[in-house]
């Protein structure tokens, strides 16, 4: 005797305007959680290289002793803070867009109707990217939108500090001033272990060199990109 195959779950799908309406309002609200979610993954890793910045220039600036390659071991840290966070960026920009689109041409349009604006395959979109979500921005233009928001400003304020402890003999520990020379002095505090000074400052100059090209490169401020 054959058994009797298990029922098969099916999805009942809104079948008159106001359950629509009810189903297009919980899907707002869920993308608008995970879409404040992911902004506030955003804000913990600006805070957490907040942090480092604070600890480590404290560290560095307060003593002597404390040697400049505590504040070059800073901006790696950034820079790995700043890879995490401009992948966390990825996924918030994905769900920021949907809750754009909401706003945009669903509640847009019921509180102001345009009339010139007609019908948006808006739905359609949202639909094709429901079924085969993808990123909608590189890793590499992630990384440059949140270093020109916040991580400029930190690498900027971390290169004033390293500056000053490598010209500043007051502020190392066996390092003299050399009224005559001050760039042979420069160089000296600059030395890393067995790495010569110049060749120290020489890939802190070429790293923040890339910094800067990075920052202020135009091709990637997007029309999508929201101010609030």
């Not at 979610?37 to 290289?49: A, C, E, F, M, V």
């Not at 102001?112 to 979500?133: I, K, N």
């Not at 010209?167 to 520990?173: A, E, G």
């Amino acid at each position: 005797m054959e058994q009797p195959s298990p029922p098969i779950a099916l999805a009942v799908l809104p079948t008159t305007p106001s359950e629509a309406t009810t189903a297009m309002v919980h899907y707002y609200r869920a993308e608008m959680a995970r879409m404040c979610s992911w902004r506030d993954r955003l804000d913990l890793t600006s805070n957490w290289s907040i942090t480092v910045v604070a600890a480590l220039l404290s560290v560095s600036l307060s003593t002597p002793t404390a040697h400049h390659g505590v504040l070059m071991f800073a901006m790696l840290l950034v820079s790995l803070l700043l890879y995490v966070e401009a992948r966390r960026y990825r996924f918030y920009d994905v769900y920021r867009m949907r809750v754009r689109q909401f706003e945009r041409h669903y509640f847009g349009q019921l509180y102001g109707p345009d009339p010139e604006g007609g019908p948006e395959p808006w739905l359609v979109m949202l639909a094709q990217d429901l079924r085969h979500p993808k990123f909608r921005i590189t890793l590499g233009l992630a990384i440059r939108r949140r270093l020109r928001r916040n991580y400029i400003w930190m690498y900027a304020i971390l290169l004033a500090a390293w500056l000053l402890k490598i010209s500043s003999p007051q502020l190392q520990d066996g390092v003299h001033l050399d009224t005559e020379r001050p760039l042979e002095t420069m160089l000296s505090g600059a030395t890393l272990g067995l790495i010569p000074g110049w060749l120290v400052i020489g890939a802190v100059v070429a790293g923040y060199a890339v910094l800067v090209a990075a920052a202020l490169r135009t091709a990637d401020r997007g029309s999508d990109e929201v101010h609030v």
